[in-house]
Every structure is written in structure tokens, then in C-alpha cells.
């Protein structure tokens, strides 16, 4: 008995060990997330476009219709222009408040991720090893820097798996309603991409798992409350118009899947030449791993159940034609909680010195690109002064407070906060290198033109009306990124935010609007044509700002 006692005390102490660790690792993750992250105004990518969105959506009132620069957007389930316009309710329309719930989603993340490691392995050290090395993926960096919905998209995937194994294991009704609810919100936010992991993760599951879960009424009522939440949106828009389903499935499901009508087609080849580049450093060890403990592999199911989880949604989205990096972050979940399973079979102490390999290799890479490529960024002093008191903690934490052979390890999270920290300060003296157009918004706002009609020639830009917090005139002049979709509107409003220049009806417009307003024009690298120079004729003054320049 007191031996039974003495068991559980320590089973008990170890548990709240891992707790107390995975807590310390949130708090500095939280500090490394949400420093930097409002440093730096909206980026023209779907990090612009989802901000001008969800402003838009806050602006007029309508929750049901997303609108881009005042035209009917599609393109996506309003999950993330939600949460998105929640945080501009709690911090006004900024960048920070556009990527608030971004920073918090990827901490509820590594929360999960070490439950579901507990929960598959009954190992709470490897599974504070999965939260920390899933956070020092760089992926994951870069998604907490850009608001889009593929974060969410993750985390709706982790917790889906989560409850899942919970409701085999337990058979308790609750658990099997959270899957539910997790697949319909991710439904809610990128379409039937959230079946794809935890589908295919779930049966697997079923054949290593016994389970006395039977199928009961709470099976069709669960599914019913998928069917309720998931198809809330759709419905109430087929109802509107009919022709919103045909829209949505083919062209927005089917042909992104098998065309590439969006231009983002890729070689099949393209996952799996990036996924090291942002798995490092862990990816690269990963074939060493699975070599030093194939034997292991080969006899224990859940190994199986992860590589088949990991592979088959790879090969999924590399036959896709449609493809971007972001699109494979819910399968670094995975990743990470392999690498942390395999780490703790092979020794900590053996893995640093493969990780020891890795970063040499990898550094001596990046010094070779940094000399052949012509780096134009102006990097701040703040960043070298993290860097020395980065280093510095890193010295005084290994040589009082760790042991060897975690070392490399806590280097590597280590490194991750110093590019997250410093991202923030390097993107906020970049922003024109890295397609941000606030310092133009400063401009315009410093000398008081955003009065003015601001007119952006052939090129779609929402940040610009995300940074003015107004409605801008776009001026089509061929780029297809202007060839907007209109077959949802259902009077001619939204010819106010587009003018078509090959339209000679369309052009005497956008005469007289110049000659009756004040306007501002805005160019990307003076690409405009000689038969378009008139144009800069209405204007006395310019502003230039190396790919941008402003008339007014």
C-alpha cells in the first residue's frame, strides 16, 4: 500500500513537472508572439486582403456577404473575417488587432499538441519536447506573422484529433460533440479541407484503438450539429442565390484543386523541396531518427498511424495544382509530435549532435546566400542588441540551470524567439520591401490627403484601404488581379470601387471623376503605359518610394 502510495506521488510530481514546464513554455512563447507582431502594417498578401475584409465587414454591418474593396469575396468560409473583427472590436482596426487571435490560436496549439502527445504516448516529457520543437518550426513563425486561415485551420485540426482519441479511449458522448463542433469550425473556415487530416487520422485510429464506444443516437446527433454549424453559412447564402453552391463547390473547391485558375500552380515536386526548408532544423534530422529507431517503428502502430496521417494529406495537397506554403501547416502537428517521440527513443544526448550537423550545415548555407544574394534590407540596432542578450541567456541557462545534453535543444527555441522577436523590428523599418504600403498611408494621412478620391492604378491593394480605413478606386488596366468576380451583385455600387480602363464608358468615368475631385494616385514602379501617361497630368506633386510612387 505504501509502496502504491509512494507511486502515485511521483507519477503525481512528474505530471505537475510537465504542467509547470509547459506553462513557462507558453509564457515565452506568449512574449515572443505578441511583442512584435503589431510592429509592422498589413502585407499585401492574404494577410491585407483577410484585415480589408473583416474592416469591411465591421464597417457595413453585414455578416453574411464579405466584401473586398467593395465587391462580393467568396472565396472563403467568414470563420477568420469573425475572429477578425472580434479583435478589432477589442483593439480597434490595426494590424496587431488583425493578428491578435492569430498569436492566441497558435499558443492553444501547443497546448494541444502536448495533450494529444500525452495521450498517444503516455510520455509527458516527449510531449513538452513536441509543443516547443512544433513552435520552432519556422512555418509556424511565419504563420504568426500573417493573418490568414490556415493557423486556424491548424488548430481545429489538432483539437479534432485531440477529442477524437479522447472519445475512443473514454467513450464518453461529450468528447465525440467536440469533434464535431472542431470539424464544422474548420469547415466554417476553409471549406472540406478539414476533413482531409482528421478523417483520414481518425479511422486509422479506430484500428489501433479499442475502443467500448458503440454507435448510439449521439453519433447521428453529433452529426446533425456538424451539419447545423458547418452548413450555416451556405445555406443562408443558397437561399439568397442559388447559384452560390454550383460557385462554391466547383469553382472554389474543385478547380483549386485540379486547375489552376488562382496562378498558384506548383510542380509536384514543390511540397516536398520546401517542407525541409520550413521544417528546419528538425526535418533535416528526421531521416536519421526514423533510421536509428526503424526497428521500433516498424512494431509499434501508432508510428505507422502518424507517417500514414503525415503522408497521405502531403500527397493530397502536392497533386493539388492549386499550392502555397501555408497549406501544409497542419501537418507539422504531426511532425512535430514524431520527431518528440523519436527524440526521447533515440536520447537527447545523441540527437544534439545531429542538430549540431543540421545548424552547421544550414548556417554555412545561409552565409553562402547571403553573399550571392543582394540583400537590401536596413536592419535596425534593436536586433543586435537581442542578439547579444539572446546569446548571453543562452549562456547563463545552459551553463547554471540546464543539463548538457538538453542544450541544443533549448538552443534551437532559443533561436526561434530571436527571429520572432526581432522579425518585428526588421519588417517595421522593410515594410516597402516586403509589399506593405503603410508608409504611404502615413504620407497620404501626414499631409492630409486622405480627403482625396485615392485612386491605385492596376493593381489590387487592400491594405491601402486597410491603412485609411476607407474605400479606395481601383483602375483595371488589364491585371487579372483586378478581374473581379461581380456575378453576386445585385445593383451596379460596386462600380464605384472599379473602373475598367479598356471600357471607353469606363474611362470618360474616370475622367470626370478626376477632374471633378480631388484625387491621389497611386503606381507600382511606374508601370504604366505611354498611351496612360494623361494620367500623372492632373497631378503637381510626387512622392516616390522605391516601388511605389504617389501623385497627388
Given at each position: 500500500?505504501?509502496?502504491?502510495?509512494?507511486?502515485?506521488?511521483?507519477?503525481?510530481?512528474?505530471?505537475?513537472?510537465?504542467?509547470?514546464?509547459?506553462?513557462?513554455?507558453?509564457?515565452?512563447?506568449?512574449?515572443?508572439?505578441?511583442?512584435?507582431?503589431?510592429?509592422?502594417?498589413?502585407?499585401?498578401?492574404?494577410?491585407?486582403?483577410?484585415?480589408?475584409?473583416?474592416?469591411?465587414?465591421?464597417?457595413?454591418?453585414?455578416?453574411?456577404?464579405?466584401?473586398?474593396?467593395?465587391?462580393?469575396?467568396?472565396?472563403?468560409?467568414?470563420?477568420?473575417?469573425?475572429?477578425?473583427?472580434?479583435?478589432?472590436?477589442?483593439?480597434?482596426?490595426?494590424?496587431?488587432?488583425?493578428?491578435?487571435?492569430?498569436?492566441?490560436?497558435?499558443?492553444?496549439?501547443?497546448?494541444?499538441?502536448?495533450?494529444?502527445?500525452?495521450?498517444?504516448?503516455?510520455?509527458?516529457?516527449?510531449?513538452?519536447?513536441?509543443?516547443?520543437?512544433?513552435?520552432?518550426?519556422?512555418?509556424?513563425?511565419?504563420?504568426?506573422?500573417?493573418?490568414?486561415?490556415?493557423?486556424?485551420?491548424?488548430?481545429?485540426?489538432?483539437?479534432?484529433?485531440?477529442?477524437?482519441?479522447?472519445?475512443?479511449?473514454?467513450?464518453?458522448?461529450?468528447?465525440?460533440?467536440?469533434?464535431?463542433?472542431?470539424?464544422?469550425?474548420?469547415?466554417?473556415?476553409?471549406?472540406?479541407?478539414?476533413?482531409?487530416?482528421?478523417?483520414?487520422?481518425?479511422?486509422?485510429?479506430n484500428h489501433i484503438q479499442p475502443s467500448n464506444?458503440?454507435?448510439?443516437?449521439?453519433?447521428?446527433?453529433?452529426?446533425?450539429?456538424?451539419?447545423?454549424?458547418?452548413?450555416?453559412?451556405?445555406?443562408?447564402?443558397?437561399?439568397?442565390?442559388?447559384?452560390?453552391?454550383?460557385?462554391?463547390?466547383?469553382?472554389?473547391?474543385?478547380?483549386?484543386?485540379?486547375?489552376?485558375?488562382?496562378?498558384?500552380?506548383?510542380?509536384?515536386?514543390?511540397?516536398?523541396?520546401?517542407?525541409?526548408?520550413?521544417?528546419?532544423?528538425?526535418?533535416?534530422?528526421?531521416?536519421?531518427?526514423?533510421?536509428?529507431?526503424?526497428?521500433?517503428?516498424?512494431?509499434?502502430?501508432?508510428?505507422?498511424?502518424?507517417?500514414?496521417?503525415?503522408?497521405?494529406?502531403?500527397?493530397?495537397?502536392?497533386?493539388?495544382?492549386?499550392?502555397?506554403?501555408?497549406?501544409?501547416?497542419?501537418?507539422?502537428?504531426?511532425?512535430?509530435?514524431?520527431?518528440?517521440?523519436?527524440?526521447?527513443?533515440?536520447?537527447?544526448?545523441?540527437?544534439?549532435?545531429?542538430?549540431?550537423?543540421?545548424?552547421?550545415?544550414?548556417?554555412?548555407?545561409?552565409?553562402?546566400?547571403?553573399?550571392?544574394?543582394?540583400?537590401?534590407?536596413?536592419?535596425?540596432?534593436?536586433?543586435?542588441?537581442?542578439?547579444?542578450?539572446?546569446?548571453?541567456?543562452?549562456?547563463?541557462?545552459?551553463?547554471?540551470?540546464?543539463?548538457?545534453?538538453?542544450?541544443?535543444?533549448?538552443?534551437?527555441?532559443?533561436?526561434?524567439?530571436?527571429?520572432?522577436?526581432?522579425?518585428?523590428?526588421?519588417?517595421?523599418?522593410?515594410?516597402?520591401?516586403?509589399?506593405?504600403?503603410?508608409?504611404?498611408?502615413?504620407?497620404?494621412?501626414?499631409?492630409?490627403?486622405?480627403?482625396?478620391?485615392?485612386?491605385?492604378?492596376?493593381?489590387?491593394?487592400?491594405?491601402?484601404?486597410?491603412?485609411?480605413?476607407?474605400?479606395?478606386?481601383?483602375?483595371?488596366?488589364?491585371?487579372?488581379?483586378?478581374?473581379?468576380?461581380?456575378?453576386?451583385?445585385?445593383?451596379?455600387?460596386?462600380?464605384?470601387?472599379?473602373?475598367?480602363?479598356?471600357?471607353?464608358?469606363?474611362?470618360?468615368?474616370?475622367?470626370?471623376?478626376?477632374?471633378k475631385k480631388k484625387t491621389v494616385l497611386i503606381?507600382?514602379?511606374?508601370?504604366?503605359?505611354?498611351?496612360?501617361?494623361?494620367?500623372?497630368?492632373?497631378?503637381?506633386?510626387?512622392?516616390?518610394?522605391?516601388?511605389?510612387?504617389?501623385?497627388?
Open positions: 500500500m505504501f509502496l502504491q502510495k509512494n507511486k502515485m506521488n511521483k507519477l503525481t510530481k512528474r505530471k505537475y513537472k510537465a504542467h509547470h514546464k509547459l506553462l513557462i513554455i507558453l509564457a515565452i512563447c506568449a512574449i515572443g508572439l505578441f511583442t512584435s507582431v503589431g510592429m509592422f502594417g498589413v502585407v499585401e498578401t492574404s494577410d491585407a486582403r483577410y484585415a480589408e475584409i473583416a474592416r469591411e465587414m465591421l464597417e457595413s454591418g453585414d455578416y453574411l456577404n464579405p466584401t473586398l474593396l467593395g465587391i462580393k469575396h467568396y472565396h472563403k468560409p467568414p470563420l477568420t473575417y469573425y475572429i477578425t473583427v472580434l479583435g478589432y472590436s477589442l483593439f480597434g482596426i490595426t494590424a496587431f488587432a488583425a493578428r491578435f487571435f492569430v498569436q492566441l490560436t497558435i499558443l492553444v496549439q501547443l497546448v494541444f499538441i502536448y495533450l494529444l502527445s500525452v495521450q498517444l504516448f503516455n510520455s509527458r516529457k516527449s510531449a513538452v519536447w513536441a509543443a516547443v520543437i512544433y513552435f520552432s518550426f519556422p512555418i509556424v513563425l511565419i504563420s504568426s506573422r500573417n493573418l490568414t486561415t490556415d493557423p486556424y485551420l491548424a488548430t481545429f485540426v489538432i483539437l479534432s484529433m485531440y477529442f477524437w482519441v479522447r472519445y475512443r479511449k473514454s467513450a464518453i458522448s461529450g468528447y465525440l460533440y467536440l469533434f464535431a463542433i472542431c470539424l464544422a469550425l474548420g469547415f466554417l473556415t476553409k471549406g472540406p479541407l478539414i476533413f482531409i487530416g482528421p478523417l483520414i487520422f481518425a479511422i486509422l485510429y464506444a458503440k454507435f448510439t443516437l449521439h453519433h447521428i446527433f453529433s452529426l446533425l450539429l456538424f451539419v447545423l454549424i458547418a452548413g450555416s453559412w451556405f445555406y443562408l447564402l443558397i437561399r439568397q442565390n442559388t447559384d452560390f453552391l454550383k460557385y462554391f463547390v466547383e469553382h472554389h473547391t474543385i478547380d483549386r484543386f485540379a486547375t489552376n485558375d488562382f496562378g498558384r500552380g506548383k510542380p509536384f515536386w514543390y511540397y516536398l523541396a520546401i517542407a525541409p526548408a520550413v521544417g528546419i532544423p528538425w526535418l533535416f534530422i528526421l531521416p536519421f531518427l526514423v533510421y536509428k529507431n526503424w526497428e521500433k517503428i516498424i512494431k509499434d502502430k501508432l508510428y505507422v498511424l502518424l507517417g500514414v496521417g503525415i503522408v497521405i494529406p502531403f500527397l493530397f495537397f502536392s497533386v493539388a495544382s492549386s499550392k502555397l506554403v501555408p497549406y501544409i501547416l497542419p501537418l507539422f502537428s504531426l511532425f512535430a509530435l514524431v520527431l518528440a517521440q523519436l527524440i526521447e527513443q533515440f536520447g537527447l544526448s545523441k540527437t544534439q549532435y545531429y542538430l549540431i550537423v543540421a545548424y552547421t550545415i544550414l548556417i554555412a548555407l545561409g552565409g553562402l546566400l547571403g553573399a550571392v544574394l543582394p540583400l537590401d534590407f536596413n536592419i535596425p540596432l534593436v536586433v543586435l542588441f537581442l542578439s547579444v542578450v539572446t546569446l548571453l541567456a543562452l549562456y547563463l541557462i545552459n551553463k547554471f540551470i540546464l543539463n548538457f545534453s538538453s542544450r541544443v535543444i533549448h538552443t534551437v527555441f532559443a533561436a526561434s524567439l530571436f527571429i520572432l522577436l526581432s522579425s518585428g523590428f526588421i519588417l517595421s523599418k522593410n515594410q516597402i520591401e516586403v509589399n506593405s504600403t503603410q508608409p504611404l498611408a502615413e504620407f497620404i494621412l501626414q499631409n492630409k490627403l486622405n480627403e482625396n478620391e485615392i485612386l491605385v492604378y492596376n493593381k489590387r491593394l487592400p491594405s491601402v484601404s486597410f491603412h485609411l480605413q476607407k474605400s479606395i478606386v481601383s483602375i483595371y488596366d488589364g491585371n487579372n488581379d483586378l478581374n473581379r468576380e461581380v456575378q453576386f451583385e445585385e445593383n451596379r455600387q460596386w462600380k464605384q470601387n472599379l473602373v475598367n480602363l479598356k471600357s471607353e464608358t469606363e474611362l470618360d468615368r474616370l475622367k470626370q471623376i478626376m477632374e503606381l507600382y514602379k511606374n508601370r504604366i503605359p505611354d498611351n496612360r501617361k494623361w494620367l500623372l497630368d492632373y497631378y503637381s506633386h510626387s512622392k516616390d518610394y522605391n516601388k511605389w510612387q504617389i501623385y497627388y
